[in-house]
């Protein structure tokens, strides 16, 4: 198992429609959210964003959310190839899976060119250690 976060979250009146029901891009916020804070947790925030566009994003709906709901989006690296890294998410409230995802991330140059990852930054995401601010 790689690098895995779960962020806990309430749905706003701003993540629903006009029937208080959440809209379907509040998934790809609040997957975005907890990669965010993963890539803090892991120490290479600053070297992976703006650097890890989308290359693939599919998603499955299960269940509605409603407006107020706790939820509780867990992302989970699930494959880290030489430029690419392939995250696993899902979306719960209680008991119920409200939606899955899979995003596929590749890293770029200043160029925007797929390039390998740096070695520290690759075994954070497959072994979810934290890279030591203190190493050259």
Same mark, same amino acid.
């Given at each position: 198992?790689?690098?895995?976060?779960?962020?806990?979250?309430?749905?706003?009146?701003?993540?629903?429609?006009?029937? $208080?029901?959440?809209?379907?891009?509040?998934?790809?916020?609040?997957?975005?959210?907890?990669?965010?804070?993963?890539? *803090?947790?892991? $120490?290479? &925030?600053?070297?992976?964003?703006?650097?890890? %566009?989308?290359?693939?994003?599919?998603?499955?709906?299960?269940?509605?959310?409603?407006? @107020?709901?706790?939820? #509780?989006?867990?992302?989970?690296? =699930? *494959?880290?190839? *030489? =430029?690419?890294?392939?995250?696993?998410?899902?979306?719960?409230?209680?008991?119920?899976?409200? #939606?899955?995802?899979?995003?596929?991330?590749?890293?770029?140059?200043?160029? $925007?060119?797929?390039?390998?990852?740096?070695?520290? &930054?690759? =075994?954070?995401?497959?072994?979810?250690?934290?890279? @030591?601010?203190?190493? %050259?």
């Amino acid at each position: 198992m790689g690098a895995t976060i779960t962020l806990e979250r309430q749905l706003d009146w701003i993540d629903t429609d006009a029937a $208080g029901y959440w809209h379907h891009s509040t998934l790809w916020r609040f997957v975005e959210a907890a990669e965010a804070q993963l890539h *803090r947790d892991l $120490g290479i &925030v600053d070297i992976t964003f703006g650097f890890t %566009p989308r290359r693939r994003l599919e998603a499955e709906f299960f269940s509605p959310l409603h407006f @107020d709901r706790p939820a #509780a989006i867990t992302l989970e690296v =699930t *494959r880290v190839g *030489r =430029t690419s890294a392939t995250y696993d998410a899902s979306l719960a409230s209680g008991d119920a899976l409200i #939606a899955t995802a899979r995003i596929v991330v590749v890293f770029i140059d200043g160029d $925007g060119r797929a390039c390998p990852w740096p070695e520290a &930054v690759a =075994t954070a995401l497959a072994d979810g250690v934290p890279v @030591d601010a203190e190493a %050259p």
